[in-house]
């Protein structure tokens, strides 16, 4: 399984990204090392939307606080950077793809990170991640 992030990058082109105490959703709580994960700088924090690939060097689960009922389940996570994106793709892009039952992966992702502002980490389908993998691969080739 992939994984994509949303959150706020401070520097789009870091070789390296941390993020602590992350939301998770759709299952994002099983990221683990070693796998594929595609990040989206927050366009709510002044991002573009996504921005790069990478692989996770290390995932934490975060323990739960006690005496809190309902709680999202969150992740600390570091992952290096292997590509960088060489199309946009944000909420610009994906917000005609609202049709929640349609299968497509821009629908997905248009559900999963720009139907609700929240930042997170999530799965996608294997869908999901060969459709953003065309966002990394030359124009030419």
């Not at 594929?36 to 939307?49: I, M, Y």
């Amino acid at each position: 399984m992939a994984f994509a992030v949303k959150a706020e990058i401070s520097d789009p082109q870091r070789k390296t990204f941390a993020f602590t105490a992350q939301k998770t959703m759709y299952g994002g709580k099983h990221i683990a090392a070693g796998d594929t994960v595609f990040v989206f700088a927050s366009q709510n924090e002044g991002g573009q939307g996504l921005i790069a690939r990478g692989v996770v060097i290390s995932a934490e689960a975060i323990a739960r606080k006690r005496g809190i009922v309902r709680q999202t389940p969150r992740v600390s996570v570091t992952l290096r950077r292997t590509a960088l994106a060489k199309r946009p793709l944000g909420r610009r892009e994906l917000k005609h793809f609202t049709d929640w039952n349609d299968g497509r992966p821009e629908t997905e992702l248009n559900f999963k990170f720009y139907r609700q502002a929240t930042n997170k980490i999530a799965g996608i389908s294997d869908e999901a991640a060969a459709f953003l993998g065309e966002f990394f691969q030359d124009v030419y080739s």
